[in-house]
């Protein structure tokens, strides 16, 4: 019987997944759940993406199309760039990706060669340690502290170079797991500092859109050569659409479309389509939006109450990452019990974090309103 590779074995199961599976099981038992595990949205594609779908496949005709993405997306993507953070990209820097996680090993592939270690936050984002396990690479924890509000700061960069030297660096506001945004001066710092170290910075920036009275910068503000990663999965409610793109310097454009033509020749045509109409939804968009900032008020008032008043900084995003060390050293198991005692599905944090996760949890409010009153009345049931 034929064996996991080495790089398969190397990459740790995504543990959010794993706790949809057992939500979904419980639900297939006849048992309600309350999800708050995955960084889904409840809420559906906008109408324009809906009906711009429906058009093109009533044609019969869906393509392929070139590697790099359609050209009509490429260009509204650019101008949106222009619109909404004054940057000029030219738009054959634009690459359309299947969904930011292709746009992540892009990257990696062609900015990095085995061996090269690159410095990632913790707690972050698992698919981070994951890809760049699999492909070779040396994930460089970055130890993010509450001095800094738990965001990387240039300091914190240039430590972890000198600790050992890095080929690269990879950051994101607002962040997963807690939702906390880089200011525009810090992450200015960020990128000044890359730059005096020589390395590539790459930027992750698909919660764009959802932030919560403070402002979000693109790294293109400060480093024409960044390479930003976005996605039209959390702000535009495409999640399984699986479309993405990414914002490259000139010189790297050729060699991911060499890598983008031979991984997955291109992005769907139906979803770039649709991504293409959602730039006409922001009205619709900016209203789910508002729920999440309901969503996350009522989150912020009650959990003190139930002993998960410790969050990381909630600037964005839809998450809230809760410090459970009063209530358990073992998050795996607390979630588990919570699943099976309470019906409420959420994310343990060795996810994110190998060294600590085992204190905290994430919990999602992409759901309703409703949704996340019922998840406060069960666990304050559950935990009072």
Known sequence: MPLPSRRAAAVAPFLAMDVMTAAAARERAGAGVVHMEVGQPS???PRPVIAAARRALETGRVPYTEALGLPALRERIARDYRERYGVSVAPERVVITTGSSAGFILAF????????RVGVPQPGYPAYRSILNALDLVPAPMVLRPEDRFAP???????THAAAPLAGVLV???????????TPSALADLCAEAGRLGLPLISDEIY???SYGVPTATALQFDPDAVVINSFSKYHCMTGWRIGWMVVPEGLVRAIE???????IS??????????AAFEAGAELDAVRDGYARNRAILLEA?????????????????LYADVSGLTSDAPAFCRRMLDEAGVAATPGLDFDPAEGAHHVRFSFAGSEDECREAVRRLRGWLG
């Open 43 to 45: 809420a559906p594609a």
């Open 208 to 210: 764009h859109g959802l």
């Open 267 to 276: 992005a769907p045509y139906l979803s770039q389509v649709g991504a293409l």
């Open 109 to 116: 592939m062609s900015l990095f060669d085995a061996g090269d």
């Open 153 to 159: 700061t240039a300091a914190l960069l240039r430590a």
């Open 258 to 264: 060499r890598l983008a033509q031979n991984l997955y």
């Open 172 to 182: 994101m506001s607002p962040a997963n797991p807690s939702g906390t945004v880089i």
């Open 303 to 319: 959990f003190p109450g139930l002993g998960l008043g410790r969050t990381h900084p909630v600037d964005g995003a839809f998450y």
